[in-house]
């Protein structure tokens, strides 16, 4: 069986030579003595030598490693779609590059899918590098879109082929392809472990981007912007309602109560616009049907 280990990579080259290392003596164990790999890098436009690194895995290992280069960043989901795209493997594991998810739980994940349980995730139970906006973030998706979501969110998984194709096929705009792998429906197990802190380099993760996927997520995986554009509706039929009602029985007061309705008729037109926004953007997106991402090179001897 060909496993692919998909490994994202963006301004990693300080945690990919330990990173190379350990994945070496986890291929080395006897549970895949009759397997093989495939190491699939995905390189998400780094701006420093981390395409430089992974040449020189692929030089000394071109069999087993598959580089594939993007031509600019287009951000973690959309590289792991790349990787999707380009892997082989009957057994796929998502992996990031920053080492924070521990490679070697990849060996107890392989166990359950040889028990043919088509995915696997190693869900975060704690992190040292815990922060206000990750715990809200995942309580909102287990609250409001994947009721089965493990708890702590998660970035490593193992899943079966029929799955990737699934979300190759899928290909869907501006969304968390790792959970959608999770909302396909699929039959899982949960792997707890601990998120260690970042020891290589500096995280990626601004706010910006952080306020991205939040959004992203709520709108791929909800109905709650249409439900609040719902609420906002009858809410306009009380208003003018009682704005009515104001006019014809207090019509000496009117004056002094204008500036409330027409505040509040100012934030529900506000409300309105942004989320009407988010979703012509999206439609827009779809429309226009750019790719997802564009590859630059792939090198596979």
Known sequence: MKIS??????????SLPELWERLQKLSEKPIFQNHFFEFLFVDDGS????????????????????????????????SFLAGMSHAGGQANVYLHA????????????????????PLVIAHRESREDGSIFSSLYHWMVRKF???????????????????????????????????????LGYPFVQ???????RRHGKSQWSLRKKAHLFIDTVFSFTNLP??????LGFLSIINLGLAGYFLVFQGS?????????????????????????????????????????VVESRIKQ
């Not at 280990?5 to 300080?14: A, D, E, Q």
């Not at 249409?226 to 609420?231: E, N």
Request: hydrophobic letters at 40%; proline letters at 4%; glycine letters at 4%.
């Open 253 to 293: 007061s009117i004056s002094h109560q204008l500036w409330f309705w027409t505040s509040t008729i100012l934030f529900m037109l506000g409300m309105l616009g942004i989320i009407l926004g988010e979703y012509l953007f999206r439609v827009h997106e779809t429309v226009r049907n750019r790719p997802n991402f």
């Open 5 to 14: 280990i998909i490994v994202t990579c963006y301004n990693n080259s300080g």
């Open 98 to 117: 920053d080492l924070q998810d521990p490679p070697e739980l990849i060996e107890e994940m392989f166990t359950y899918f040889l028990k043919d349980i």
């Open 145 to 183: 879109a994947i009721q089965k979501t493990p708890p702590g969110g998660f970035d490593l998984l193992l899943f079966h082929e029929k799955i990737r194709n699934d979300v190759v096929a899928i290909s869907e705009k501006s969304t968390n392809n790792v959970y959608l792998i999770n909302w």
């Open 191 to 197: 792997i707890p472990y601990k998120r260690l802190k």
């Open 47 to 78: 701006e420093d030598s981390t395409y430089s690194v992974l040449q020189q895995f692929q030089s000394f290992h071109n069999h087993e490693v598959v580089l594939v280069k993007l031509t600019r960043n287009f951000g973690s989901y959309n």
């Open 226 to 231: 249409l439900d609040f554009i719902r609420f």
